[in-house]
Structure formats: C-alpha cells, structure tokens
C-alpha cells in the first residue's frame, strides 16, 4: 500500500497480474491497519507501506490500461517504505480490532488538532482535578508526546443514560467543536471508552471567575464593565448562532493567563430556530429568569436576564433575588421589584442598565430586540471600544499570577485536593451501558 502524507488518498497496489486501486477517506490510516492486520494474519508477513508526501498519487499508481501496455509494470515505490509495525502502533489504539480494546466502544470522536487525529486516553497523563460537575470531573492532563496541557471533562455514560442526558450532552459537544471565537472555550478532542465520554477542551489556567469574585467579595465598575463587554459580546456570538446559553453564572467563566473572560460548559445550551421559545426548566437558581420559573416559554432574552443578574452580582457580591428558601427565590425573582445596597455605590448609569436588563417581562427587557447591539449602545458602555477588545488590545483590569504552566492555586483547593484516580464503574451499570450504547452511536456522526 502507498498512502499520502498530506491528503487523504491512498493506494491498494495489486501483485503482478492486477491493476491498482486508488481511494480518498479522512479514515485512510485505520483502514490501511485493518488490511495490514488482516494481510499478516493470512500471508504470515508485514504488509508493505510507503509514506510519500505527494496530495496526489497518480504518479505511484498503476492503473488498468498500464496493465494492458505491459504487464510486469509496477509504480510502487519500495524507497518510501516506513515500518508496518510502528504505523500500527500509532494507529491501532483507536480499532476495535485492537486486543486491548475488544468489545469496547473506543476511539477517537473528533479532532480539531491540526498534526494530531486520534487519541486515546492512555495519551494522557491526568495531573490535577480542577472541577467537578453533574455527570463526572474536569481535570488537568498533559498530552504525553507534546507535553501540551488541556482540561479533560469526563462525562460517566450510565449517568448520561440514567439522567436522560445522552441528547443534551450530544448537543453540547457539537457547540463545542462548532465555536470558534476567542472568548469561548470550544474543543480539540472528543474520545470515548466503553464507559465515559471525554471532552478534551484548552486549559484556561486563571480559574473561575467565582473565585475571583468570592476572594475580592465585589469588583469596581470598570473591572465590572470589562468582564460584562466579554460576556456579552459571547452571548452575542452564541445568538447569532441560534445558540441560547441558559447556564450565566460565575462558576461558568474562566480567566485566562491574559486577564480575558473564557465561557465555559454548554451543558444547558439550547439551539432555538427564529421566534422559537423552548420551555425546559433548566439553568441555577438564583440566575433563573422569570420567564423559566413560570414555564411561559424563554428564548434568548432568558440570557440578558442571567447576564444582569451576574453584572448585579460582580457589583455587590450577591445576586439579586438570592434567598435560602429556593421556594421564596423563585417568588422574588418573578415578583419583587429591584434593589440596591446602599453600602456600595455605582453610577447612575449602572444602575439603569441593571433595571432594564431585570426587566421581569422578557419582551420589553433589554436586549430581546436587537441582542447585545441595545445593550452595548447603553450610556454605561460610553466610549468602551468594543473592536479592541476583541483583538485583546485592552489590558485587562486584574491578571491572575501563575508561578508555572501547571499552577492550580486559582482553582477550588476543594477539587485540586481530590485524587485524580478514576472511580470504577459497577458491574451493573457496565450492564446497562452495554445495553444502551448504541445512544452513544450519534456521537461519532
């Protein structure tokens, strides 16, 4: 066989009485393991591979009508020829036919990594937990050949599965390889094993905003307005994409080494079509907006509501209508009229922005019309220039320290104190995965 190293082409060379076969498949390096597997299990030798960087294979390739002008003819050209052993290796952890795989639903999902296309969870080394969620924990790996580092979200399908949450999580890790702007965290990986998912995401290494926030109890107005730009210009582009985020809150965004907002997790992202309302009762609590807690039906104004709750919060260090009796929250947040702490002061303009965000009527609040185009034009944002910040030309109002790549201290000592050591999975609920993995198919589409 001869396959390019910069296309998808590849050759199947025939012995001396047969002609070549050419194909194209962004599958080439499995196939060719699959052939190679089967051509040494029947002939008891290697198959022959040549590696040749041409995108195009016409010169290597015999064809029919070659054959016919003669028949000893063969452009197969054995100086190219790499080892068949190292190339299975590289490849095969990603083939059930691999012995260390047999039986299990394994291999690589999606990559968005230019020069690295299938990875394995053996090509990670787990160094920290940096987070946990509802379906499994978010930690820092290193990729074991390049040394890079990212954060890897596992996610247990029995879980998934018993949750009802095989759709959602779907949905969220097509928003994830879909993002391209610099103030989300979209993905680079996506693999799964038999038993769990893994999302392989960039580190952003700054931690939570929620940390930062509880460490300085509130942030002065333009600290308040630099974050509120970020997260409104990603709501912005969430929007434009059809994309209701209904998660704002600051557990969900991370700072950067720069200083920059990164949103995070998409577990409750909604895609909605026009005027298309979606009437699942999702999100946290306290930055639920009115029109959710009814069941009325919500669409994107539901994010400016979240979005004026969390600026209220970076203001004054608590949300608005938070109350312990989650019962009496959800009263005042669809009932009580807005109010602000006399200890603290902020502009007039801030305080007017803040009303009309937490207007309780989705259609007369600010943003349902025209997005974050009414916001951004609102007297609180007089001057800010939008274009610069995002080309990242501002300098940002707080900068995390970090000693080294692997500095963790901005993240909860209550996760990074965990033991990276993965859980077993019951044998019953191995069971039940088996059953069910065939919910897990739309993932590789």
């Known amino acids: 066989m001869t396959y390019s190293k910069t296309s998808d082409e590849f050759i199947i060379h025939g ?21 190679a597997k089967f051509y040494e299990m029947n002939n008891g030798k290697p198959l022959k591979i040549c590696e040749v960087q041409d995108k195009t294979l016409n010169n290597y390739i015999t064809s029919k009508k070659d054959k016919k002008a003669d028949s000893s003819k063969s452009k197969m050209d054995e100086k190219y020829l790499i080892d068949t052993k190292k190339f299975l290796t590289d490849n095969m952890k990603e ?24 990875v394995s969870l053996e090509d990670f080394q787990v160094m920290k937990v940096i987070g946990r969620g509802s ?19 596992s996610l247990k399908k029995d879980v998934l599965l018993d949750q009802d949450q095989v759709e959602s999580t779907l949905l969220e890790k ?27 995401m960039p580190f952003v290494r700054g931690g939570e905003l929620f940390q930062h926030l509880r460490n300085c109890r509130f942030f002065p107005e333009d600290k308040v307005r630099f974050y509120a730009s970020i997260i409104g210009l990603s709501l912005e582009y969430l929007h434009t994409h059809g994309i209701v985020y209904r998660d704002i809150k600051p557990e969900n965004i991370l700072i950067d080494a720069d200083g920059y907002l990164r949103l995070v997790d998409f577990g409750m992202a909604k895609i909605l079509q026009g005027d298309e309302k979606a009437t ?6 306290e930055y639920l907006a009115p029109e959710i807690i009814t069941g009325e039906g ?11 709750i969390l600026m209220y919060e970076m203001f004054f260090g608590i949300p608005p209508f938070f109350c312990d009796n989650q019962e009496k929250m959800y009263q005042l947040i669809t009932k009580a009229e807005l109010r602000f702490p006399k200890k603290i002061n902020i502009s007039d303009e801030a ?88 919910q897990f198919e739309g993932f590789s589409k």
């Open 15 to 35: 012995n001396n009485e047969e002609y070549d076969y050419s194909y194209i498949s962004q599958d080439k390096n499995i196939i060719i393991c699959i052939i």
């Open 95 to 118: 083939l059930l036919i691999d012995p260390s795989a047999k039986g299990k639903k394994t291999g690589t999902i999606f990559s968005k990594h230019q020069t690295i296309k299938h």
């Open 135 to 153: 379906f499994g924990k978010v930690c820092l790996v290193q990729y074991k050949k390049t040394k890079e580092l990212y954060a890897m979200k």
């Open 174 to 200: 097509k928003i994830l390889q879909s993002l391209d702007y610099p103030f989300l965290v979209g993905m680079v990986f996506c693999f799964q094993t038999e038993e769990r998912i893994y999302f392989i």
């Open 280 to 285: 699942s009762f999702c999100g946290t609590p």
């Open 298 to 308: 919500h669409n994107k104004a539901a994010d400016w509501w979240s979005y004026g």
């Open 351 to 438: 305080k007017d922005l803040l009303q009309k965000l937490l207007i309780k009527s989705q259609d007369q609040r600010l943003g349902a019309k025209n997005g974050f185009n009414d916001i951004r034009t609102h007297p609180f944002f007089k001057s800010f220039d939008f274009d610069a910040l995002e080309h990242k030309k501002l300098e940002a109002p707080f900068k995390p320290e970090l000693k080294d790549s692997l500095d963790v201290h901005n993240f909860d000592e209550e996760f990074t104190s965990e033991d990276v050591v993965t859980s077993e999975i019951p044998e019953k609920n191995l069971e039940f995965i088996k059953k069910n993995q065939e």
